[in-house]
Every structure is written in C-alpha cells, then in structure tokens.
C-alpha cells in the first residue's frame, strides 16, 4: 500500500466541511500558542490593569507555594516582573486574622499547571488553548446546518471581530469565563443541530457529543461559570426548563445537581481554604503602591509598618440593595440604562459586540428554523442583561473604566448558538464589515487599548453614540490623566468635570480652552452640599444645575461657538478677541447614586464646539502651539435635588 493510499484512507468519511474546520482550528491553534509563548507580557502589558494584579498573584501563589493565602513571598514575587508592585491588588481578611485574595479562585487555578511551566506566559497560553477550542465549537454548531465557508466566517466575525481579543490579552477571568459558557452551550445545544449520530459523518468520533450525556459537561461548566461570576446563574435556566418542556425528568434532574453541586462544592472550597463562603465578602481592602490623600499607599508585608489595617482602603461593591430599590434607579437609571446597555459609547452591546446582535437579527428573520431551545438562550441572555442593570445601576460593565461592556463578556458567548441555517458567505462578511467599524481601531492594539481604554472612544462612529452619564466614576476617561476627570470649574461648591475626549486642553484655574474647529463632550457632577441644621448636625444635601452660565471668550479670528445641554441649544457668533457670556437652560440631570451611604448626585452632558482656531505661536508669537478655539468659564447656578 502507497503512502498515498493510507492517507486517502484516513481521509476517507471525512467531509470537506470536517477538513476545512479541522486544519482553520489547527492553524489558529498554533498561531495563538506560539504568540502566547514568545510575547513579552510583562513589557506589553505597561503594567496590571483593573483585577490583574489579584489574579496574577493568586495564580503565582498557586503554581508555586500551592496555597490561597497571601503572604509575602507573594509580593516579592510581583517585583520580579512588575516594579511598580501590585496595583490594585484586593484583599481580605479571613479566618484567623490571615489575608487571601477576595477574587474567585477558579481562573488563577485552572491557569496554575501553564503558570509551573510557562510563568506568566501560562496564563496567555490557557487563552489560547480556551480560543482555540471556543473556535472549534462555533464552526461546529454553525456548519452542522450551514455552508462550511458560511460557517468559517462568521465563527471567525463572533470570536474576533468583537471584543473578545482585548480580554485574552488580559489576566483575569473575564476572557475564561466567555469561553467555558461558550463551550458549555456547545456541549448541550449540539446534538439539536447535529442530529442522530447514524445520520451524521464520522459518527463514532461524535456518538457522545450527540448523547445526552454531554449535559453533563454543559452543567458542569456553567456552574464553574457561576462561581467565577454569581450573575451567570440564569444562563443554567435554557437548558433546565428545555428539559421540562419535554417532560425528560430525569435530564433535568441530572444537569440541575451537576450543576447546583459543582457551583455549590467550588463554594465550599471557598470556605475550607479562606473560612468565608463569599470570595468578595467580609473586610474587603484594595491596595495601591501610593495613597491619594484619602487613604494610605503602600502593600501588606511591604515592610514593617505596612499592615492590613494601616494601609488600602475599604471597597464598596457596585451592587446594593439600599441604592436598587429606589425610584432614581428603578423609574429614571433603568430606562437610559437600557439605551446605554445596547448603544452606549463605551459599553453598548450593539458596539462591542455586534455579531451577537446579527446572531438575534438573523435568528428573528429565520421564521421557519427558531427551535424553543433558541428562544429559552435568548431568553436568558436577555435576563442576565438585566439583572446586571438592576442590580449594579452605576456600575454594570464592570467597574474600573473597561474596554466594552466587560461583565457582559460571559453572556455573549451563549448568542453564538441563535445563529440559523447559513447557506451563503453574505451574513457572516456584513457581520464583519460592521462590526470592524467599531472595533479595528481597539483590536489591531489589544494591549494599547487595554492601558489607554478611553482613546479609541474620542474619534469616528464613537462621537455619534451616548455616553453612559449612569457610570460617570466608571467611565475609561477616569483611568487616565488625573487633569482630565473630576476636575472643579466654576460655582460653589464648584462643579466637576470629566473631559471626555481631546478637544478640551487642560484646565485653567477656572476656564479651559476648546481645541479649534472641533467639539468638545463634556460631562459635569453637581456636588453635594454639606450645611448645619437647626440642631448644629452637619447634613449633606444634594444639587442640582438648573441653569448654567457660560463665559466665552475668542481669539483673534471671528468664530461660532455651538453649545447644547441637552435642555438647551444656542449658537453665539463672535467678532474677534471678544467676550460674550450666554446662559442655557438645563435638563434635570441624571441620578447618579454608587454608594447607599451618600447623597445622590446629578450628571449632566455638555458640548460645546468651535468653528475656528489659531495657533497663539504664529499670531503673536506667544510660546504655545496649541490650536486653540475658545476660551469657555462655566458656572452652574444650583437648585436642590429631591
């Protein structure tokens, strides 16, 4: 027998759709392990960002001392990689006084074994093994009722022309949790699209991913996808209440326990290793190498004077009840935040995540291939979405300034298995097309977009969408230069602003200069107003803008100056090196309450354009070379807030 022969053998049962997934996935496979091998992470990354740090230590610690406790070995062993320590790290304190990280252990530990024999770089390997298989699912699923070239491309549009590169370029557990739930759904919703292994090509390599007995995967994986992340827990509920409807009692039974036990056992751990069942519960601190006045710089087992109590400060979680069942949150930051969740310019769903929309667009015109399952996945992508906005009001993409909508990540996944029967390439290239306006500028500079999340946000299609005014303190722009958020302009106490792009030079004193021929969107936060009443008790009282003043001021060349409050619209035409001063109405701003303890504030939305410029440097030979448009004082006038 010929070389030839065998091979033609071998080949012989497998269709061209099987060889054309196997060798695209095989490709893939070995372009991510070989980038994740041989990229310098630490020198790429610029740093830790959001929760890296606590995922980075604990997954050291585990690789390497096979404990949960942090300890200082731990510390000392960030310096070895990261000068800068351990950004960001969050603590708590455990039982008998010990100090273990307050994040979910399962990602650092399924990451440990790569950890041992990669270091760091085990951590981007896992990534790309989990992409790699999460690849391999999503050709699968779409070309067992579809064209196989149909198939290749739009898997290859869901996985990564969205947002989903960005996090398998960061520690944590963002990017593991999307994969599990991914695969998780592929394990039970094959066998509806695959049909009966005898009807099927290669069926012994594929009887037991068509049996029921693959529930028992699906199960299990979402509930390590609970663990890691509790608000998972409604994507469980397609597979429990399909099984119902179908009167198949003893499934439901089986993938409930597998499911409540391998959530319930990964929490029982929790409580073996740290004596608290809750991984973020408790005495709660995060830490940061130096301090800002309202709290102490500096690490645990730093040196001697650094302890648990002296250092960090105390977190609050962005979920509460004391700020849910409110009317603010209920009646006025729900609706918006409904928008905000869909087309928001920093999180929208629509944005970052478009071919999860086409998935539903698709799935909604394909009248006649809409199975029950289907709707039940929708069903409960939709659920979790909002349970994210009720719950966590100011703060459901994830805190810390994220690109995209980073607590979402999970969920999108399960939209994948929406996607009907694909018979030609056309689906899968709009979905491409429409989804790289948005996203080619973050994703052709994953570890760029990761430290400087609010850049790609300033330009093209992101100035047309609405900024998400319910997450002002969470917005990216507060990750980067302190002159650019929470700065005080005019009024008393004075107002805060947020300079959302680049068309805003820094501040000065007061006023601020508008880049020429330009706009400016620009966010404003009432303070809070504390008096004494009639007792000498000190009580906080909330503001709000009810009109606000502008102070305008041109440079040499006539100008028009457009200003919108979203109450108020005026165009000022101004003669050159003139002053005028308007005043605009204001809408009554938006409720913005993080923290039950405090009062609530209101938000607002500025813009402010200008039609011309100048250089100062070439018309009088002034030191600046700022092109510069004009001069802006704001003073609100304050009302009270309820």
């Given at each position: 027998?010929?070389?030839?022969?065998?091979?033609?053998?071998?080949l012989?049962?497998r269709?061209?759709?099987w060889?054309?997934g196997?060798?695209?996935?095989?490709?893939?496979?070995?372009?991510?392990?070989?980038?994740?091998?041989?990229v310098?992470?630490?020198?790429?990354?610029?740093?830790?960002?959001?929760?890296?740090?606590?995922?980075?230590?604990?997954g050291?610690s585990?690789a390497?001392?096979?404990?949960?406790?942090?300890?200082?070995?731990?510390?000392?062993?960030?310096?070895?990689?990261?000068?800068?320590?351990?950004?960001?790290i969050?603590?708590?304190?455990?039982?008998?006084?010990?100090?273990?990280?307050?994040?979910?252990?399962?990602?650092?530990?399924?990451?440990?074994?790569?950890i041992?024999?990669?270091?760091?770089?085990?951590?981007?390997?896992?990534?790309?093994?989990?992409?790699?298989?999460?690849?391999a699912c999503?050709?699968?699923?779409?070309?067992?009722?579809?064209?196989?070239?149909?198939?290749?491309?739009?898997?290859?549009?869901?996985?990564?022309?969205?947002?989903?590169?960005?996090?398998?370029?960061q520690i944590?557990?963002?990017?593991?949790?999307?994969?599990?739930?991914?695969?998780?759904?592929?394990?039970?919703c094959?066998?509806?699209v695959?049909?009966?292994?005898?009807?099927?090509?290669n069926?012994?390599?594929?009887?037991?991913?068509?049996?029921?007995?693959?529930d028992?995967?699906?199960?299990?994986?979402?509930?390590?996808a609970?663990f890691?992340?509790?608000?998972?827990?409604g994507?469980?509920?397609?597979?429990?209440?399909?099984?119902?409807?179908?009167?198949q009692w003893?499934r439901a039974?089986?993938?409930?326990?597998?499911?409540?036990?391998?959530?319930?056992?990964?929490?029982?751990?929790?409580?073996?290793?740290?004596g608290?069942?809750?991984?973020?519960?408790?005495?709660?601190?995060?830490?940061?190498?130096?301090?800002?006045?309202?709290?102490?710089?500096?690490?645990p087992?730093?040196?001697?004077?650094a302890?648990f109590?002296?250092?960090?400060?105390?977190?609050?979680?962005?979920?509460?009840?004391?700020?849910?069942?409110?009317r603010?949150?209920?009646?006025e930051?729900?609706?918006?935040?409904?928008?905000?969740?869909?087309?928001?310019?920093?999180?929208?769903?629509?944005?970052?995540?478009?071919?999860?929309?086409?998935?539903?667009?698709?799935?909604?015109?394909?009248?006649?291939?809409?199975?029950?399952?289907?709707?039940?996945?929708?069903?409960?992508?939709?659920?979790?979405?909002?349970?994210?906005?009720?719950?966590?009001?100011?703060t459901?993409s994830?805190?810390g300034g994220?690109?995209?909508?980073?607590?979402?990540?999970g969920?999108?996944g399960?939209?994948?298995?929406?996607?009907?029967?694909?018979?030609?390439?056309?689906?899968?290239?709009?979905?491409m097309?429409?989804?790289a306006l948005?996203?080619?500028?973050i994703?052709?500079?994953?570890?760029?977009?990761?430290r400087?999340?609010?850049?790609?946000s300033k330009?093209?299609?992101?100035?047309?969408?609405?900024t998400?005014?319910?997450?002002?303190?969470?917005?990216?722009?507060?990750?980067?230069?302190?002159?650019?958020?929470?700065?005080?302009?005019?009024g008393?106490?004075?107002?805060?602003?947020?300079?959302?792009?680049?068309?805003?030079?820094?501040?000065?004193?007061?006023?601020?200069?508008v880049?020429?021929?330009?706009?400016?969107?620009?966010?404003?936060?009432?303070?809070?107003?504390?008096?004494?009443?009639?007792?000498?008790?000190?009580?906080?009282?909330?503001?709000?803008?009810?009109?606000?003043?502008?102070?305008?001021?041109?440079?040499?060349r006539?100008?028009?100056?457009?200003?919108?409050?979203?109450?108020?619209?005026q165009?000022?035409?101004?003669?050159?090196?003139?002053?005028?001063?308007?005043?605009l109405?204001?809408?009554?701003?938006?409720?913005?309450?993080?923290?039950?303890?405090?009062?609530?504030?209101?938000?607002?939305?500025v813009?402010?354009?200008?039609?011309?410029?100048?250089v100062p440097?070439f018309?009088?030979?002034?030191?600046?070379?700022?092109?510069?448009?004009?001069?802006?004082?704001?003073?609100?006038?304050?009302?009270?807030?309820r």
């Open positions: 027998m010929t070389i030839d022969t065998r091979v033609a053998d071998r012989k049962g269709s061209p759709a060889r054309l196997a060798s695209t996935t095989a490709a893939i496979g070995v372009v991510l392990t070989a980038w994740a091998l041989s310098d992470f630490p020198k790429a990354s610029g740093g830790f960002a959001g929760d890296a740090s606590t995922y980075y230590t604990l050291h585990l390497h001392d096979l404990d949960f406790e942090y300890r200082r070995d731990d510390l000392v062993r960030v310096w070895k990689e990261f000068p800068s320590g351990p950004e960001g969050f603590l708590k304190r455990g039982s008998g006084g010990r100090i273990y990280y307050a994040k979910a252990y399962i990602y650092p530990l399924v990451a440990a074994p790569f041992r024999l990669f270091g760091t770089n085990g951590f981007l390997v896992l990534h790309a093994l989990l992409m790699t298989a999460c690849f999503a050709y699968a699923f779409v070309s067992a009722r579809g064209h196989p070239v149909a198939a290749l491309i739009f898997a290859f549009a869901f996985l990564f022309v969205s947002l989903v590169p960005i996090y398998m370029v944590g557990p963002d990017f593991f949790i999307f994969a599990i739930v991914l695969i998780g759904f592929f394990f039970w094959y066998k509806e695959g049909g009966p292994p005898a009807d099927r090509p069926a012994l390599r594929t009887r037991w991913l068509l049996a029921p007995r693959s028992a995967i699906a199960a299990i994986l979402l509930g390590v609970t890691a992340k509790p608000t998972n827990i994507l469980f509920m397609p597979l429990f209440v399909s099984a119902v409807l179908r009167k003893a039974a089986r993938m409930s326990v597998l499911f409540v036990g391998t959530a319930g056992l990964l929490f029982a751990l929790n409580v073996a290793f740290t608290d069942w809750n991984y973020q519960g408790g005495e709660r601190k995060t830490f940061l190498g130096a301090g800002d006045g309202t709290f102490a710089g500096g690490f087992y730093q040196n001697d004077a302890t109590d002296s250092v960090g400060t105390a977190r609050v979680g962005g979920g509460s009840f004391g700020v849910l069942f409110t603010d949150a209920l009646l930051v729900f609706p918006h935040n409904v928008g905000y969740f869909l087309f928001g310019r920093h999180t929208g769903f629509a944005v970052y995540y478009l071919p999860g929309v086409m998935a539903i667009l698709l799935f909604m015109l394909a009248t006649r291939d809409r199975a029950m399952w289907q709707w039940l996945t929708l069903a409960a992508g939709v659920i979790t979405a909002a349970v994210l906005l009720i719950y966590m009001p100011f459901w994830g805190g994220p690109v995209g909508n980073r607590y979402f990540l969920t999108y399960v939209f994948l298995f929406l996607a009907p029967p694909m018979q030609t390439a056309a689906g899968g290239l709009l979905t097309a429409l989804s948005f996203v080619s500028p994703i052709s500079g994953p570890f760029f977009a990761t400087n999340a609010a850049e790609h330009t093209g299609l992101f100035r047309w969408l609405p998400e005014l319910t997450m002002v303190n969470d917005l990216p722009i507060n990750t980067g230069p302190s002159t650019r958020f929470r700065q005080p302009l005019g008393t106490p004075p107002v805060l602003a947020y300079f959302l792009d680049d068309n805003v030079f820094n501040r000065e004193n007061e006023a601020f200069w880049r020429g021929e330009s706009r400016a969107d620009i966010l404003l936060r009432a303070r809070i107003q504390t008096e004494a009443d009639a007792a000498g008790v000190e009580v906080a009282r909330s503001l709000r803008i009810a009109k606000l003043t502008a102070i305008l001021e041109t440079g040499p006539p100008n028009r100056v457009v200003i919108s409050t979203g109450g108020d619209r165009i000022i035409d101004m003669a050159p090196s003139s002053q005028q001063t308007v005043e109405a204001m809408p009554y701003g938006m409720p913005y309450k993080y923290d039950p303890r405090f009062p609530t504030n209101y938000v607002y939305m813009s402010i354009s200008s039609s011309t410029g100048f440097m018309e009088n030979g002034a030191n600046d070379s700022r092109f510069l448009g004009v001069m802006v004082r704001l003073i609100p006038t304050y009302g009270d807030g």
